[in-house]
């Protein structure tokens, strides 16, 4: 999440755009909203609510979050590519 590594192009001078930054920042952490929310909850079922999931349903979930993965890339694959 933070870069304390030296960038080769800004040490030879390239001014970095301080403002950009920012921007990609805020919307990095916008985009990482919704998969926290969902760690949260499942963290309270698993620790607070005792929720022991069996095989079938842990597979099932795993089915449809990959699916849902799928979706959103070619979803937003097809939206850059339109932008283009």
């Known amino acids: 999440m933070v870069h304390h590594k030296?960038?080769?192009?800004?040490?030879?001078?390239?001014?970095?755009?301080?403002i950009e930054?920012?921007?990609?920042?805020l919307k990095d952490w916008v985009?990482?909203?919704?998969?926290?929310?969902v760690i949260?909850?499942?963290?309270i079922l698993f620790f607070k609510v005792g929720?022991?999931?069996q095989l079938y349903q842990a597979v099932c979930y795993f089915i449809v979050?990959?699916?849902t993965l799928i979706y959103f890339m070619?979803?937003?694959l097809s939206k850059k590519n339109?932008?283009?």
Do not use: H, M
């Open 31 to 37: 985009n990482k909203i919704p998969s926290l929310i």
């Open 6 to 18: 030296p960038i080769k192009a800004y040490a030879s001078g390239l001014n970095r755009e301080t």
């Open 21 to 25: 930054d920012i921007q990609v920042g």
């Open 51 to 53: 929720f022991e999931p």
């Open 65 to 67: 979050c990959i699916i």
């Open 74 to 76: 070619k979803w937003k």
């Open 82 to 84: 339109k932008i283009e």
């Open 40 to 43: 949260l909850l499942f963290s």
